[in-house]
Each structure stands twice: as structure tokens, then as C-alpha cells.
């Protein structure tokens, strides 16, 4: 490229013979400028006039019209002042319109001395990078100088001549920074959309720019709207849309956080408006690959889960209104405008690259590593949640008061001829009388206008007011604080299930990279010897490593009880594997009403487990209000889960059932047990208004080292048998359902090979109708049937409860039985 002479009024990067093309080829790696020819006679005409209006002008000119109008922190005006110096900087010729147009936002949001000194400060501004530009290659520093300098010497000349306070040079200097620092990014924002600019050559930095400057625009629309649109509103929610859709999870939420960050210190908005477009962004890009269709139900999903949960987020009708505006537009923008984004943005573009093969090893890196970047990002959102709720629990209350005192000034005094004394000059002996009222209010449940101060009762025109005023208002307070506790309740159930899902990415990105060190040929072999014996299989999967040993899991059709799993399966896998493998359990995992079974074979285990249950409805009814499964889950763990619903028949079979059910899909997705439990209670409080509960009972046995954890909510006790003695393990707690938020503690013991465990719903001990202990009772009948296989220990146990109290038209309650012996593998 040649050097430009100042006498010569041709512009750079024009190539020869392309006179007029009007093209600029820019890398957007570096923001290049050159010095300029300045013409002080404008050229004006209408031609001229329309073409400056035309096209990617007139974009320019709206946005330093709102730039021009964001207010930050309610008094600093640094957007359009960057705006302007960027636009003199970057864009060659008709930039003028930028200082107009901004200086036009200006007028419409202040006046007076604030407003001349920020458009004397952007005329200046202007003037001097267009008079005396600086040289090539430094504009990235010396702009920034210009601006501050610039901001600081003539809003502080005008502060001075106004005899200001101290604080406003501390927020001039606060401007100053903020405005240099915009100019540098708005510097770094403009050459990528101005000029065209080489496909795929634009950083994650000049992306993170022109976020920064959306988010400016948005900020500057202020309250701009019609009933319950507004324009900021759906701006940011289309930004927020369109990011996801470009990037993804990662661009979603990185655009959400910067959209909501700005409006936020531009205007009285909650910070949580700030993770609430983090959280729609980034749900909204988990839906990426189902198109436009899918980023708008999941942004509409991440919005509505929010507006539930998060007190100002705003009304449900409000949030959808915006939500299903700034959606309608994303869905009719022309697919050539976003695949020109595409071209320009280093995102994936969904079209065919040859790239040279990648190792499956690789592969399973990079994925284990996005899994960890997910868990960062939730455990972040977990993290939000968290300290929003911790930080309005604490301030809540102090508010509530706050608010009430305010009240009763307004309802009670308000016109009074001493309200300027009470309220004004005697304050503090005021607040303190009606804090007096509030706590008889509080420890007597009335008041009384004998229960008045004397000196309040010599002043006060308006006794009778007072009284009935606290007293209504104290119940108000009292009301509003119990559903903030129900909402903070809430907030802090989201934080812990964002933290569970992000546990659960963690334990899976692992398990990924811990499947890199397998043999790839492993499933091929295994595959190969299932098909040459005949043997059915629909899927084999999740291999992994777990202190050098192998743990190998199996879908295939049931066999009817024919147990192939162990009989035929396992030995064909160990031939394959060269490793003796063995199942968790020596019975059926079939699951009622399921054509597939789905089992697990390990390497190395030390123990297995031979389970055996049985339940006896009330009445000898067909249907119990008991429930209980089994299952295996990771690291060679497998759980017993056994749930008593309140009362008997349907409804109690639908509650213990709906308890079963959900835990069991908790803890085999990987969530941590006291933390499937909290969840499974929230979910119970919050489907039924009515009085429902469920008892749950959990065993997670460890059969690597025997090691057992118990988890009792409300349940009855469990015995373990070992060497003719019988232990007793009880908890003390409510069961789920009930309250919101229960107390999970969990008891460990350690089990030895051939310890039985029986686990009992509460039936079985109120069967017994004697006056002894009823424990004891059920102890004597367990030490004789120690012998027995843990099946036949669960029928032989409710056929003597049956006999005991007479049959089973005599039984008055739902009766399960569930048995579990430890069993060494080398056995």
C-alpha cells in the first residue's frame, strides 16, 4: 500500500482501477486511520443530504442519538461523548452527523449546565481529532488521552465557575475514565461493521466491543415504549436472541450479562435483570442446534422459569408481551442479513469444512472441556442466586419497616399542623414510639390507645387513626414478609439445583476423560461377540476406569426373569474384555412395565447385593400406598429406595409413587442424594395446595468398600442383622411435602459381608398390638429368619404380620418389606 500525500485528495485503500467501488478491505485486527483531507466548505445538496440518510448512515445517526441519551449511573453522560470521538477516528468522511445526532440525544434527557458542558465537550472533541489527527498506529492511545483531557478540563471549567462541591470533580474524573475508556471500545467496535471487513477475521474482543456498544444503544432508549412494550425491552431481548442464535451458549450469556450490566446502571433496574438475561441467553443457546424455533422457545422457557421465581423481574404479561415481540422480529429477519453476521463473526457457520481427522481422543478432550465451561457457567448462575437471595433476606425486613413507617406518616399525619414537628424536628423520638406500638402489636396481637406513650397521647390529635393504622399496617408487614420468605425459599431451592446440574456436568466431563484411556477397539469386541453368539443387545455404553477397574453398562431386551444378565451375558463380556466381570445385584433389574433392561458389569467390585421384596396392601386391597425400586447407579453404588404415601389406596399410591419415581430419576442423572431429596420436597410443596406427603427412606450401598449411607425422612426404622445381632437405625425428621425447606442428614455404617439390612414401612411396627416394645417384637422375628434368601425374609415377614393380626381384612395399613444381603464376589 502507498503513502498518502497530504496534497492529494484521494483516500486509502482504494485500488487502482477501481475508482468509485467505494470498497474498504480492513482486517479488524488493528484499527488503522489515516490522516485526512479536510474541506471547511461544505459541499450540501439534496443528493447529498438523501445519501447521508441512506442505508448504514442512518444506523450510524440513530445510534449517536441514543448513545447521546444514556445516562450512566443517573448523571454521567460518557456514551455519546466516546461515540463521537470513535466516529471521528474511524469513519473517513460525512462524520459531522454523529456529533450532531448526539448532541440531539443530549438535549432530550438534561438541561442547563450539564447539558452545554457535554456538547461543548463533544464539539471540542471532534474539532480536534479532525484538525490535528493523530499519527498512524497511535489513535488507540492518543484518542483516549484526547477525550479524557478533554472531558475533565471543561466540565471541571464549569463546575468551577458554578462554585461546585468536591463531588462533582470525583464523578467529572469518574467520567473522564468511563469515556476513555468507551472510546477505546467503540474504537474497537466500529471498523468491523463500517467497513468490509475480511469473513472470519474478527475477535472475540471486537465482538465483546460491539456488545458494549448495543448495549450503550439500549441504554439510551430509556423508557421508550407503549403500554407494555418497551423499546429497551425488546431490543435487548432480540440482542439477546440474536446472539444465541450466532453463538451459542456462550454468546447468549455473554450478551445477556453485557445488555442487562449497562440499562441496569443507566436506570433503577434490579441486578438480577443481569443474570436473568445471562440465564435466558444461555438456555436460549442450548436450543441452538433446533434452529430459530429453538432458540425462541428456549429464551421464552429461560424468561418464564424467571419470571416465577424472581420477585422484579416483572409481570408475567409484561415479560411475555416484550419476550413474544423481540421473538416475532427474530423469527422475520431475512436469513441473508444473518448469514452476512455469520461471515463476519467467529462463529461455527454450519457449513462443510474439510479438516484433517481428529483423534476420537481429542475429541473426548475438547467435549470434556465445554462440559466444565457449562458447569462454570451454572455454577456461576448458582452462585447469583445465591447471593441475591442472602443479600434481600438480610435488607428485607429493614425495608418492610422502612415502608411502614413511611405509611403511617402518610396515612395518619399527613395535614396535620404538626406533622413538620413530629416528622421533621422530634424524628427519632417519633420512630421510636411507633417501634414501641409495633412490638405491643407484636406480643399482645392488638393495640389500644391506652397502650399510647404519654407524650404521644398529650399531642397526637389523631389517636384512634394511630391505633387502627399500626395495627392494619403490622398485619400488612407481617403478611409481605412471609411471601418474601417464600420467594427467597425459592430462589435458594434454584441456586442449589443450577449447583447440582453443575456437579453433574462435572462428574460427566470426567467420566469422559477417564473413557479417553480406554481402548477404543473395546465396544467393537464386545459388539462382535454378542452378534457371533446370537445375543441380543440395543446398546452398550459408558465406559470408564475407576481405580483400575471396569465398569461396562448393557441395554438389552427383558428375558422374562431368565436372568441371561448373569448367566449368559457376563461371561460373554469377560471373554471379550479379558476381565472376570460380575453384576451389582445376583436378581432381576427389570422394572415394571419396561421391555428393556438396563444393567451395569463391573471388574473389581468387592461386594454384590441379592435384594428381595414384598408389600401387603391395606385390607388385602390390590393397591398400596407403599412404593420401593432399586438401582444402580454410578461408581459402583446401588441404591434402595422404599416411600410410604400419606394415608392408603390411590392417593397415597400416587404420592409415594410420584416421590419413587422423581428420585430415581434424580440420583441416576448424578445428583447428590441430601440434594435429590430438597428437590423432590420443593416439588411436592409446590404441585399440591393441599395437605400431601411421602415418607422416603434411601440406602446407598457402596460396593466397593461397603460403605452405606441412610437417609430417613419421616420413615420408619431399619434393621440390620449381623451375627444374630440386630442394630437399630432411626432418624428424626418430616417427611417431604410438608414444609419447604427440610433438614436431609444422612447416617453412615459400614456393612461386612453378610450383613442383612431390612428396610419397613411404618404398617409393619403398628401391626403389633401388644404392650411391649414394638421393635423388639419385629427383632424376635428377624432372628429366626436369618437364614432364609432376602426374597423369602420379605414374604415370610408379612405372612406372620398377616397370621398376627388375623388376616388380611384385619390389616389396617399398606405393609412393605424390603431386603438386602451383602455378599462377597470372591464367593
Not at 472533541?125 to 488507540?140: D, N
Not at 398390638?769 to 422375628?781: M, T
Request: charged share 20%; hydrophobic share 45%.
Amino acid at each position: 500500500m502507498g503513502t498518502v500525500h497530504n496534497d492529494f485528495d484521494i483516500y486509502p485503500y482504494h485500488r487502482s482501477g477501481e475508482k468509485g467501488s467505494g470498497k474498504v478491505i480492513r482486517t479488524g485486527k488493528s484499527t488503522n486511520f489515516k490522516k485526512r483531507k479536510i474541506n471547511i466548505k461544505p459541499n450540501i445538496s439534496w443528493p447529498a443530504i438523501g445519501q447521508a440518510f441512506a442505508g448504514r448512515w442512518l444506523v450510524l445517526y440513530l445510534a449517536s442519538f441514543f448513545l447521546g441519551r444514556a445516562v450512566l449511573l443517573g448523571e454521567l453522560m460518557p456514551f455519546g461523548i466516546a461515540f463521537v470521538a470513535a466516529v471521528a477516528g474511524v469513519v473517513e468522511k460525512r462524520n459531522t452527523g454523529a456529533l450532531i445526532f448526539a448532541a440531539l440525544g443530549a438535549v432530550t434527557v438534561v438541561g442547563g449546565v450539564p447539558l452545554a458542558s457535554s456538547i461543548i465537550t463533544m464539539l471540542l472533541i471532534y474539532i480536534l481529532l479532525r484538525v490535528l489527527p493523530p499519527k498512524e498506529g497511535k489513535e488507540i492511545f492518543i484518542i483516549p488521552g484526547i477525550v479524557m483531557a478533554v472531558v475533565i478540563v471543561v466540565k471541571c471549567s464549569f463546575v468551577t465557575y458554578n462554585a461546585g462541591a468536591m463531588y462533582s470533580y470525583i464523578s467529572i474524573l469518574f467520567e473522564g475514565v468511563f469515556a476513555s475508556v468507551l472510546a477505546i471500545a467503540f474504537m474497537r467496535a466500529l471498523p468491523p461493521v463500517w467497513h468490509q471487513t475480511i469473513p472470519g477475521r474478527i475477535s472475540g474482543e471486537a465482538v465483546f466491543c460491539m456488545l458494549l456498544l448495543l448495549g450503550g444503544v439500549v441504554a439510551g432508549t430509556g423508557e421508550i415504549g407503549y403500554q407494555l412494550v418497551t423499546l429497551r425491552g425488546v431490543i435487548s431481548k432480540f440482542i439477546v436472541l440474536l446472539s444465541a442464535m450466532l453463538g451459542g451458549v456462550g454468546l447468549g450469556a455473554s450478551a445477556g450479562a453485557v445488555i442487562g450490566v449497562l440499562p441496569g446502571l443507566s436506570y433503577a433496574i434490579t441486578p438480577v435483570i443481569i443474570g436473568a438475561y445471562s440465564f435466558s441467553g444461555l438456555v436460549a443457546g442450548c436450543f441452538r442446534s433446533f434452529g430459530r424455533v429453538g432458540v425462541a422457545v428456549g429464551f421464552m422457557l429461560g424468561n418464564i422459569i424467571l419470571s416465577i421465581y424472581i420477585t422484579h423481574y416483572g409481570s408475567m404479561v409484561e415479560v411475555m408481551t416484550e419476550t413474544a415481540v423481540a421473538t416475532l422480529l427474530f423469527c422475520l429477519m431475512p436469513s441473508r442479513w444473518m448469514e452476512g453476521i455469520i461471515e463476519v463473526l467467529p462463529v461455527p457457520r454450519g457449513i462443510k469444512i474439510t479438516r484433517p481427522s481428529v483423534s476420537q481422543s481429542r475429541i473426548k478432550e475438547i467435549t470434556a472441556g465445554r462440559m466444565r465451561e457449562w458447569s462454570n457457567v451454572f455454577n456461576e448462575l448458582a452462585n447469583g442466586f445465591k447471593q441475591v437471595s442472602s443479600t434481600v433476606e438480610q435488607s428485607q425486613e429493614e425495608q418492610g419497616l422502612e415502608q411502614l413507617f413511611v405509611q403511617v406518616g402518610q396515612k395518619v399525619c399527613e395535614g396535620c399542623a404538626l406533622y413538620r414537628t413530629c416528622w421533621e424536628r422530634e424524628f427519632y423520638r417519633t420512630y421510636q414510639q411507633i417501634l414501641d406500638l409495633l412490638t405491643v402489636v407484636e406480643s399482645d396481637g392488638q393495640l389500644f390507645i391506652d397502650d399510647l406513650p404519654e407524650a404521644m397521647k398529650k399531642r397526637c390529635a389523631r389517636l384512634k387513626e394511630m391505633v387502627i393504622t399500626v395495627s392494619c399496617l403490622y398485619d400488612t408487614f407481617k403478611l409481605n414478609n412471609y411471601w418474601q420468605k417464600k420467594l427467597l425459599d425459592s430462589r435458594q431451592l434454584v441456586s442449589e439445583q443450577l449447583r447440582g446440574v453443575s456437579d453433574i456436568l462435572v462428574d460427566m466431563s470426567n467420566e469422559i476423560e477417564n473413557d479417553v484411556n480406554m481402548n477404543s477397539e473395546l465396544k467393537k469386541l464386545i459388539l462382535k461377540r454378542f452378534k457371533k453368539e446370537g445375543v441380543s443387545v440395543s446398546e452398550v455404553f459408558t465406559f470408564y476406569h475407576r481405580d483400575e477397574g471396569l465398569e461396562i453398562g448393557i441395554t438389552r431386551p427383558e428375558c422374562g426373569g431368565q436372568m441371561e444378565c448373569r448367566d449368559k451375558v457376563a461371561p460373554l463380556v469377560s471373554a471379550a474384555t479379558g476381565h472376570k466381570l460380575q453384576l451389582a445385584n445376583s436378581g432381576c433389574m427389570l422394572h415394571d412395565g419396561h421391555e428393556e433392561c438396563t444393567f451395569k458389569l463391573y471388574s473389581s467390585l468387592s461386594y454384590m447385593l441379592s435384594v428381595g421384596g414384598a408389600n401387603l396392601a391395606r385390607g388385602g386391597s390390590g393397591l398400596s400406598g407403599d412404593t420401593y425400586t432399586t438401582m444402580q447407579l454410578q461408581d459402583g453404588k446401588y441404591a434402595m429406595l422404599l416411600s410410604d404415601g400419606m394415608g392408603v389406596g390411590h392417593k397415597a399410591h400416587t404420592e409415594s409413587s410420584a416421590t419413587v419415581n422423581l428420585l430415581e430419576k434424580l440420583l441416576e442423572s448424578g445428583f447428590e442424594k441430601d440434594m435429590a431429596v430438597k428437590t423432590v420436597n420443593s416439588i411436592l410443596v409446590l404441585r399440591s395446595p393441599n395437605e400431601t406427603f411421602a415418607t422416603v427412606d434411601l440406602a446407598v450401598v457402596d460396593l466397593y468398600n461397603g460403605k452405606t449411607d441412610f437417609i430417613k425422612t419421616c420413615a420408619a426404622p431399619s434393621f440390620l442383622i449381623r451375627r444374630n445381632k440386630v442394630s437399630v437405625i432411626k432418624a428424626n425428621s418430616l417427611p417431604v411435602g410438608i414444609i419447604e425447606n427440610i433438614d436431609v442428614t444422612s447416617q453412615t455404617r459400614s456393612l461386612e459381608e453378610g450383613d442383612i439390612l431390612v428396610m419397613i414401612t411404618d404398617g409393619v411396627l403398628d401391626a403389633y398390638q401388644g404392650s411391649d416394645n414394638r421393635e423388639e417384637w419385629f427383632i424376635e422375628i428377624l432372628q429366626d429368619l436369618i437364614n432364609l434368601h432376602p426374597q423369602e425374609i420379605a414374604e415370610v415377614l408379612l405372612q406372620v404380620i398377616e397370621t398376627t393380626v388375623g388376616g388380611k381384612e384385619k390389616v389396617s395399613d399398606d405393609m412393605t418389606v424390603l431386603v438386602a444381603k451383602l455378599e462377597s464376589t470372591e464367593s
